[in-house]
């Protein structure tokens, strides 16, 4: 989704958050880094979590989008205005809605990059960071180990990547805390799904996929066997063509009238859980197929003993019972 090559780093400062006054720290000067090896850690720890993120959002508020703080800050730096004070501003706004008890403190980093490569296309971004638990690691000197704390491997605690693509801009989330504090997407970010060709491509695989393995099977009789062709066909409807339209899609993925019917309703239901009204006509993401394809499983695992991988054929494999017990019969013209 994200690309990192051309990416680069412009500008980036640190302050911490606390709950206690006293150990909030407000920093006044821009971290300094010139080395192609500290670009590239920075961008590893900071841009690399969100390149397989295939979920976008943007930003909401309910009377008009210029109250939204977030939006306002983030657009102030976008303009080339002052990205110190206004980094300052955004640590404001962050104390402002952690009031939560269960609400940790954390290191806040703000960050300034261009060059950032969505579907083709180079951006300016910016990156927001709230690092609640550091790595342990060793510092290793001449004769020498000392233990610290840092940031590293650890997954992000939280960050947006605010992406100035054309209006509404284009938001990626990362939360891993608890849901008690969902805060930081609710509150600090405020954010909606981007009704965009990612968010169309993904979340319509992620309505196929359920369907398919959930509805289908208590509405027919649907065989494991006959689920794993349909998402098969889900998927290569998805990689052979540039655009979607619904009704191609019912007419040769789904097929039959009646699961079609009870599909519209499904799709009906799906849109009003995810708040999100999915569109029938969109150009489809190939990068978002590509992700999501993965989480497509082809599959069928018979107790603890055989997987069997269906990858196009269906007829080539039945099922049936007899007096062992259950059973498939695979055909097969090479075997290696």
């Known amino acids: 989704m994200i690309?990192?090559?051309?990416?680069?780093?412009?500008?980036?400062?640190?302050?911490?958050?606390?709950?206690?006054?006293?150990?909030?720290?407000?920093s006044n000067e821009l971290f300094e880094f010139g080395d192609e090896e500290e670009d590239l850690v920075l961008k590893r720890i900071f841009l690399k979590p969100f390149v397989s993120n295939t979920t976008t959002y943007t930003f909401k508020h309910d009377i008009d989008i210029e109250l939204n703080p977030l939006y306002k800050l983030s657009k102030t730096i976008y303009e080339d205005e002052?990205?110190?004070?206004?980094?300052?501003?955004?640590?404001?706004?962050?104390?402002?809605v952690s009031k939560h008890p269960n609400i940790k403190g954390g290191d806040l980093f703000v960050v300034q990059?261009?060059?950032?490569?969505?579907?083709?296309?180079?951006?300016?971004?910016?990156?927001?960071?709230?690092?609640?638990?550091?790595?342990?690691?060793?510092?290793?000197?001449?004769?020498?180990?000392?233990?610290?704390?840092?940031?590293?491997?650890?997954?992000?605690?939280?960050?947006?990547?605010?992406?100035?693509?054309?209006k509404p801009y284009t938001?990626?989330?990362?939360?891993?805390?608890?849901?008690?504090?969902?805060?930081?997407?609710?509150?600090?970010?405020?954010?909606?799904?981007?009704?965009?060709?990612?968010?169309?491509?993904?979340?319509?695989?992620?309505?196929?996929?359920?369907?398919?393995?959930q509805q289908l099977p208590?509405?027919?009789?649907?065989?494991?066997?006959?689920?794993?062709?349909?998402?098969?066909?889900?998927?290569?409807?998805?990689?052979?063509?540039?655009?979607?339209?619904?009704?191609?899609?019912?007419?040769?993925?789904?097929?039959?009238?009646?699961?079609?019917?009870?599909?519209?309703?499904?799709?009906?239901?799906?849109?009003?859980e995810k708040n999100f009204e999915l569109s029938d006509n969109f150009t489809i993401s190939t990068e978002a197929v590509k992700k999501k394809s993965r989480s497509l499983k082809n599959v069928i695992k018979l107790d603890k003993n055989f997987d069997i991988h269906i990858h196009k054929n269906r007829n080539l494999i039945e099922q049936g019972v007899d007096e062992k017990g259950k059973y498939y019969k695979v055909y097969y013209q090479e075997e290696s």
């Open 113 to 166: 990059y261009s060059d950032v490569k969505i579907e083709n296309s180079f951006y300016d971004a910016i990156g927001i960071y709230k690092i609640e638990n550091r790595d342990s690691f060793l510092e290793i000197s001449v004769g020498k180990l000392t233990f610290k704390k840092g940031i590293g491997s650890r997954k992000l605690d939280k960050a947006c990547l605010i992406v100035f693509t054309k």
């Open 171 to 213: 938001v990626f989330i990362i939360d891993n805390g608890s849901t008690e504090t969902d805060y930081w997407k609710n509150e600090f970010i405020k954010a909606d799904l981007k009704n965009d060709d990612i968010n169309n491509t993904s979340q319509f695989l992620d309505l196929a996929k359920k369907f398919i393995t």
């Open 3 to 26: 690309e990192l090559n051309d990416a680069i780093v412009r500008k980036l400062i640190f302050h911490r958050i606390s709950n206690d006054d006293n150990n909030n720290y407000i």
């Open 218 to 272: 208590q509405e027919n009789e649907v065989s494991k066997a006959d689920q794993v062709d349909i998402l098969n066909k889900s998927i290569n409807f998805f990689k052979g063509k540039e655009s979607f339209n619904f009704n191609d899609f019912a007419k040769e993925v789904i097929a039959d009238s009646k699961a079609i019917e009870s599909f519209k309703q499904y799709k009906t239901a799906f849109e009003q």
């Open 82 to 96: 002052d990205f110190i004070e206004t980094s300052k501003n955004i640590h404001q706004h962050l104390k402002s």
